[in-house]
């Protein structure tokens, strides 16, 4: 028999991959005689628009579809689903052989029943080992991506560029895990062989989409990405606080980050200075006495708590100019971890504001989007009460807005992060940096946004619903007007909505005083 030669579209051409093996196998076309080659990635202009935008729907949609080619081969019955599986992963494997190991699997699955009851079998093994290493390589990928921001020509929202270097053909695989994780991001990452583009819905300068869209283009050069930004150095200082010298395991380290994954990471340069350093470190941290434990309940009367004061670095006096302080407490509340919510998060989420706003607002705590842009109330509950104080004609720009809690605490679910309310001793480790966010602003009122941020300013439990709209004292002697959390308008009955929002800002027009006169 002539030897076949199929040309599959490109590296990751599954499709094509099942539909060929398909037709060998029916026409009786033993593996030895069939060669397979890829036709080399079409050149053309970097996100070029021939290519189809990519809806994050249809991710899953494409996922499912193939998912259901189990008849890959013969019939549903012939191939089992877990080999279709190990298909679709062993596909993406950089080795050239990869399309004729998994015919040469399929015809062995279809002619020799006994290979299904043998997990040892070499060509088995070997494909085992292969999708492995892909889905390694899709792991490394989520992990160690560094984005880096810059501002292009005519659009105001910076656009967050990473390069990376996969060893397989993982780009377009591990693409939905970035459009969900960064959703509202504008994202580009350059890979040598693809690149992906993600424009979120409506984002300014493009078409606007509804979905957002994901467009891929051919591969890049390293110096395509941009040089290090201000937000790496601010990561370079936050990696080097949380370096523990005395959990310093290098075979870990090396094997859980490879040194090929180094030269891509900002972070990678200071391994070697610190992991020198460790030991030093780890013999003065044994040597230390016990740190005294950070105060929990019990509401701070000096201007600058100490427990704020422990994280911020021992050789720094907290600033007498606030704007300075605020800032140093901003950069220490990324090391806290005085509860188990930090270690989670993202980033830490500061308030932000003048430095003597009259009016301090305070809400829970980040959610989803908070912690992935670091500024408070900017996803859906900032949107709302975005509309509520233009309603009621307050700038934001006249605000101090915080919360009680400064880290994002959430639960998994799936690929999503579902918000998750803070623990009383979650807030209660936090308070301190509220306390100090106060004493730097001395705000002349504040509004308590929710049961939470009242409980933490009140020092009391709040029943929210009974005590809304009026003002109560806390314990310094300053204001305190409570209401509802946006979100429990989001959450209200869509039919009682815009009663609730207008008692809504009822409750917050209380304040608008303090604002007008402040203008
Ligand atoms: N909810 C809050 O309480 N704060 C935020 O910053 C966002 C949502």
Redesign the pocket.
């Known amino acids: 028999m002539a030897t076949q030669t199929v040309t599959l579209d490109g590296d990751t051409d599954w499709s094509g991959f099942r539909h060929e093996a398909r037709t060998l196998l029916a026409r009786q076309i033993p593996p030895e005689d069939v060669v397979w080659h890829t036709r080399a990635s079409a050149a053309g202009d970097l996100f070029a628009s021939d290519d189809p935008a990519f809806d994050p729907a249809s991710v899953e949609d494409a996922s499912s579809s193939r998912r259901s080619g189990a008849h890959v081969g013969a019939s549903a019955s012939v191939v089992p689903p877990a080999f279709v599986r190990l298909c679709e992963t062993v596909v993406l494997h950089e080795d050239p052989s990869r399309f004729g190991l998994l015919y040469r699997l399929l015809w062995r699955l279809v002619h020799e029943r006994g290979l299904r009851n043998d997990p040892l079998d070499a060509d088995r093994v070997h494909a085992q080992h292969m999708a492995q290493a892909v889905r390694r390589d899709m792991h490394k990928m989520k992990a160690f991506v560094r984005f880096r921001s810059i501002v292009e020509a005519g659009n105001p929202e910076p656009v967050h560029v990473a390069w990376f270097e996969p060893v397989h053909h993982i780009v377009e695989a591990v693409a939905p895990f970035f459009v969900r994780r960064f959703t509202q991001m504008r994202w580009v990452i350059l890979t040598p062989e693809r690149s992906l583009r993600w424009e979120p819905a409506g984002a300014s300068g493009t078409s606007g989409t509804v979905e957002g869209a994901l467009s891929f283009g051919p591969g890049a050069r390293r110096q395509d990405a941009p040089p290090a930004d201000a937000g790496e150095a601010l990561w370079l200082t936050y990696y080097q606080n949380i370096f523990n010298p005395a959990r310093l395991k290098l075979a870990m380290m090396q094997k859980e980050m490879p040194r090929r994954y180094w030269r891509n990471l900002p972070e990678a340069e200071l391994i070697t200075p610190l992991t020198i350093d460790a030991m030093a470190r780890s013999g003065r941290m044994i040597e230390a006495p016990p740190t005294v434990p950070a105060r929990r309940i019990e509401v701070v009367e000096s201007l600058a708590s100490p427990a704020s004061l422990s994280l911020i670095p021992e050789e720094t006096q907290l600033s007498a100019d606030p704007v300075e302080a605020l800032a140093q407490l901003k950069d220490a509340t990324q090391r806290c971890r005085e509860c188990p919510i930090g270690a989670h998060a993202t980033q830490s989420?500061f308030g932000e504001g003048p430095v003597r706003a009259a009016l301090m607002v305070v809400?829970?705590?980040?959610?989803d989007q908070?912690d992935l842009r670091g500024r408070?109330?900017?996803?859906p509950?900032?949107q709302l009460f975005d509309r509520a104080i233009a309603d009621l004609g307050w700038p934001r720009e006249a605000l101090y807005v915080t919360?009680a809690v400064k880290h994002f605490k959430f639960e998994l679910r799936g690929k999503r992060r579902i918000h998750k309310t803070p623990a009383q001793q979650e807030v209660a480790a936090c308070l301190h940096w509220l306390e100090s966010e106060k004493a730097q602003v001395q705000p002349q009122a504040l509004v308590a946004?929710?049961a939470t941020?009242a409980r933490a300013l009140l020092g009391r439990p709040v029943a929210v619903m009974k005590e809304r709209g009026q003002w109560h004292t806390d314990a310094q002697g300053r204001q305190v007007l409570v209401t509802l959390?946006?979100?429990a308008l989001l959450r209200a009955d869509p039919a009682q909505h815009e009663e609730a929002y207008g008692a809504w800002l009822r409750d917050l027009a209380l304040a608008s005083s303090l604002i007008h006169a402040a203008a």
Do not use: R
């Open positions: 989420v809400g829970e705590q980040p959610g908070e408070p109330f900017v996803g509950a900032g919360n946004l929710g941020a959390h946006p979100s």
